[in-house]
């Protein structure tokens, strides 16, 4: 292929975010002439675009050499040197670029920028600074703090050391050092709009959004065309609970900069959030066109696409932003969640999705028919771990929980919001049942899971198994069935126990209990079950008015677009179960060594589970 044929493609592959392609591409011009100055500028921009901004600068001095009227070459060059802090060099490249004929709106723009990033008189040499701006970037901010710390006592006045130092405590989560740092570059340097912008970030992260808004109000109030305030004031606005004048917010932002994907991103959470899906999903996919690698827009954009009631294109979005970036935990973690729903129409070289389809196609009904032994368990495990390694897929998940959906959202999450604020019961709760049964071992509870999986009941109830982790609620292993009537909490218990009798042990039995278990921490009748007549707590009339102003506050809407949970056993099951394991093994529980002798993996949930044996008592 000739080299204009291969930059072409590098371009293609450079927009596609098919990074490495690009890189390869590049190179191969490259090699074949080392001066390239299209290739040169590229692989700079590519080299920007995974972080090595260091490296970018001698491709983006070779491009100038080469062609030095490439008014793009100049902007690319300049803007880099100010990523890496070095404003004096940007100021005299910008002069060299001027000198050269270099001009238009992006430049107007740049001498603005460079004009209020110059450097202030008091700040360290460029020599000097350079070692701890390295240290920042490369992100090992404790090093990045402790220098700017040392040459503060040299140059006290400096504002770009305070700015390294509070953007190195927030990235830390030291928030309130950070605020420290940022205004002591405010005092040096009154009237910096990003100052105030950096201030309102740390708040942010606080948790204080009032307080961030006004911090992003005063940026602006300096510099209205600060593009980056008018985004994280939209930020703080929709996590208020304020997605209609969030969106306000972005939109003046791309008015300001119309190529800023990370708006066109938040602006697509903030359509989310007040409903009007369709339109967001056009917001995340101008972030993309424009960032064609944009991880993080992918994996919004899967989300609204799963509130759209589309799995079959949140499975691919989830799959872009996860080919992207392959350690994106939350991406996986999505992804995971929405295959115990639906089972994908379209092939995929997903490794996720492929895994999940070998382990659903392992029958689990015959397991279920008879007494279910020890060994059909061990094998379940062992065959499923062999499906996840021999695709080499390094995964975990953040639940240990599992469940079996019906299409009815409890609301559960807006319940326990109103207890935790207000300490009342909701009046949903008081007519909510759960049928319990208590396993006595690790194997127990994977049986359970099993019969759980095939049990069939006329409503399709909710229905989970679970290790208990809560530290003020007894117990180990659990499994629970939600019902919404104590008749039918009584029926389906009755017929369960002859399930469990069969399938399990003639000993495992079931317990109807009423709604969550932290309620009778605060109400302890509210526990108490009546079987023949009216329950000994039912709901205080007085705390309608409490919860109506709690939704108007914090509204929590349940989903009316749930898809209930798919039979069978699915990837996302092997991995809590493997959880469930080392859980075990914390709690003394000897069954664990029967479906892993491996180490422990899940260090975090073995470390909870000897914990509680400190308060309570295990007996297998």
């Known amino acids: 292929m000739t080299l204009d044929e291969a930059l072409k493609m590098g371009v293609e592959a450079h927009k596609a975010g098919q990074l490495q392609e690009a890189d390869r591409l590049y190179a191969f011009i490259l090699k074949a002439q080392p001066k390239h100055p299209d290739a040169n500028h590229n692989m700079g921009v590519l080299s920007i675009d995974v972080g090595k901004i260091q490296e970018a600068l001698q491709f983006f001095k070779t491009a100038l050499e080469a062609n030095p009227r490439i008014g793009q070459f100049w902007l690319s060059h300049i803007d880099a040197l100010i990523k890496l802090g070095r404003i004096a060099d940007a100021q005299v490249a910008f002069n060299q670029a001027k ?13 603005k920028q460079l004009s209020e ?34 040459m503060l006592e040299k140059f006290p006045n400096s504002v770009v050391l305070y700015n390294i130092a509070g953007a190195s405590n927030a990235e830390l989560k030291q928030f309130d050092a950070a605020i420290d740092c940022f205004k002591q570059a405010l005092k040096i340097k009154p009237g910096n ?42 930020n703080a606005l929709n996590a208020q609970g304020e997605p209609g004048i969030a969106i306000e917010s972005y939109e003046q932002a791309l008015k300001i900069n119309p190529d800023y994907a990370e708006a066109y991103n938040n602006m697509g959470i903030a359509l989310n959030d007040k409903g009007d899906l369709e339109v967001a999903v056009d917001s995340y996919k ?42 994106y935990a939350a991406a996986t973690s999505n992804l995971l969640s929405l295959l115990t729903t639906y089972v994908p129409k379209k092939e995929t070289l997903n490794p996720v999705v492929l895994v999940n389809e070998a382990i659903r196609k392992i029958d689990i009904k015959d397991i279920t028919s008879n007494v279910i032994c020890d060994d059909q368990i061990v094998d379940l495990f062992s065959k499923s771990r062999r499906y996840i390694g021999s695709y080499g897929l390094e995964i975990t998940t953040k639940l240990d929980q599992t469940y079996r959906r019906n299409s009815v959202d409890m609301n559960c999450k807006r319940h326990i919001s109103i207890f935790d604020t207000h300490d009342i019961i909701p009046e949903l709760c008081f007519s909510c049942y759960k049928v319990q049964v208590e396993p006595r071992s690790v194997t127990e509870l994977i049986k359970l899971f099993l019969v759980f999986n095939q049990l069939e009941l006329n409503e399709n ?3 989970k198994c679970m290790v208990e982790l809560r530290p003020n609620i007894p117990g180990f292993y659990k499994g629970l069935i939600y019902c919404t009537e104590l008749k039918q909490a009584n029926q389906i218990s009755e017929y369960l126990d002859t399930v469990l009798k069969r399938s399990i042990r003639s000993g495992l039995s079931s317990k109807v209990k009423r709604g969550c278990s932290e309620y009778p921490l605060s109400f302890p009748n509210y526990k108490a079950i009546n079987n023949s007549g009216p329950q000994l707590m039912n709901y205080n009339e007085e705390w ?5 102003a709690h939704d108007r506050k914090k509204p929590i809407h349940a989903n009316k677009n749930r898809s209930p949970s798919l039979s069978g056993l699915n990837l996302s099951d092997v991995l809590i179960i493997e959880k469930w394991v080392d859980y075990a093994r914390g709690i003394g529980d000897p069954s664990a060594n029967l479906i892993n002798q491996n180490p422990v993996t899940h260090q975090g949930i073995y470390d909870q589970a000897r914990a509680r044996l400190d308060t309570f008592d295990f007996i297998n």
């Open 193 to 234: 709009a990003e100052a105030y912008n950096n201030i309102g970030n740390a708040l942010m992260g606080k948790g204080d959004l009032e307080a961030a808004v006004g911090r992003y109000k005063q940026a602006l109030k300096i510099k209205p065309s600060f593009a980056e305030a008018h985004n994280n004031m939209g």
């Open 286 to 327: 101008k972030a993309v066109l424009i960032q064609p690698n944009y991880a993080e827009a992918y994996y919004n954009m899967g989300i609204t696409l799963g509130n759209k009631g589309n799995p079959e294109a949140a499975i691919d979005s989830y799959s872009k932003a996860l080919k992207i970036n392959a350690g």
């Open 461 to 463: 109830n909710t229905r």
């Open 117 to 150: 990033s110059s450097a202030n008189p008091q700040d360290p040499p460029s020599d000097q600074l350079q070692p701890i701006i390295n240290l920042f970037t490369q992100r090992q901010l404790q090093q990045a703090l402790s220098h700017a710390a040392k």
């Open 544 to 548: 309608r008015a409490i919860e109506e």
């Open 99 to 111: 000198d050269k004929g270099a001009k238009g709106e992006a430049f107007d723009q740049l001498e």
